[in-house]
């Protein structure tokens, strides 16, 4: 079951870390590892992932028996939390590829996925803000962060949110890939707009069946990689 066991730790370096730990040692599909704060919390491209103690959910999920649809983990999940937000909020979702769930084009939940397909595992890790008020974002973050108390107003509590996420990822990864690639698709916020990465610059044109970003540039259509583009 997803989300069970449950470890909570008030105070520890990653969840991510832990629960990679822990499938490596043999944890159960759907192990959660959840905690208030993280002194090591880290997101995509090894930049650190910033949370007031006991305002974010900082979850990560422990998956087993990977497929031929793992690639599509991290739709899953970004959709999972679109979900989850929505049931909880009076918010309206969307998916920036690769993985950050937008509100009001600015970034709620990021999304680091981490596997060891060899070993037939994969972490899921979501940090999600809930109760975050607009003045405990980082300076930094100001301009292009929010939570679901700043988008909304609404009080929910990170228990709620864990909860909402354990059952909307259940149902998300029980789904076909193409059923995930249609509702990921439907919520695709770069669609139709210019983007930028570290290569290029092109017109968006949606995810390729594998969840590659599709761009139509100067030179014809280019697939980007999650793993290796950067967009700006
Ligand atoms: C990103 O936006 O680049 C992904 C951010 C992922 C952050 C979450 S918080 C819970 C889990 N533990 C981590 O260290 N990272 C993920």
Redesign the pocket.
């Known amino acids: 079951m997803i989300g069970s066991p449950h470890v909570h730790f008030r105070r520890i370096d990653?969840?991510?870390?832990r629960a990679r730990a822990l499938a490596a040692a043999g944890a159960p599909h759907g192990t959660l590892v959840t905690a208030d704060e993280?002194t090591?919390?880290?997101?995509?491209?090894g930049?650190p992932?910033l949370a007031r103690p006991g305002r974010a959910l900082?979850?990560?999920f422990v998956i087993r028996g990977l497929t031929e649809a793992e690639a599509l983990l991290p739709l899953c999940a970004g959709l999972a939390v679109c979900e989850a937000s929505e049931a909880l909020a009076p918010v309206s979702c969307a998916l920036k590829w690769p993985n950050?769930v937008w509100i009001e084009r600015r970034k709620a939940a990021?999304?680091?996925v981490e596997g060891r397909p060899a070993q037939g595992w994969a972490v899921i890790?979501?940090?999600l803000n809930v109760s975050t008020a607009a003045d405990e974002l980082p300076h930094e973050l100001r301009e292009t962060a929010t939570s679901l108390l700043i988008a909304s107003d609404e009080r929910v509590t990170v228990g709620e949110a864990r909860a909402a996420l354990a059952s909307t990822l259940a149902a998300r990864l029980a789904d076909p890939p193409e059923e995930t690639l249609a509702r990921w698709r439907a919520r695709d916020a770069l669609l139709g707009g210019q983007v930028r990465w570290e290569g290029g610059e092109g017109r968006a044109a949606g995810i390729s069946d594998t969840g590659s970003l599709l761009v139509d540039g100067a030179t014809g259509r280019l697939e980007l990689d999650a793993g290796e583009v950067h967009l700006r």
């Not at 990653?14 to 870390?17: A, G, I, K, V, Y």
């Not at 090591?40 to 491209?45: F, K, L, N, S, T």
């Open positions: 990653s969840t991510n870390e993280q090591a919390g880290h997101g995509r491209h930049r992932w900082l979850a990560s950050d990021g999304i680091l890790g979501i940090g």
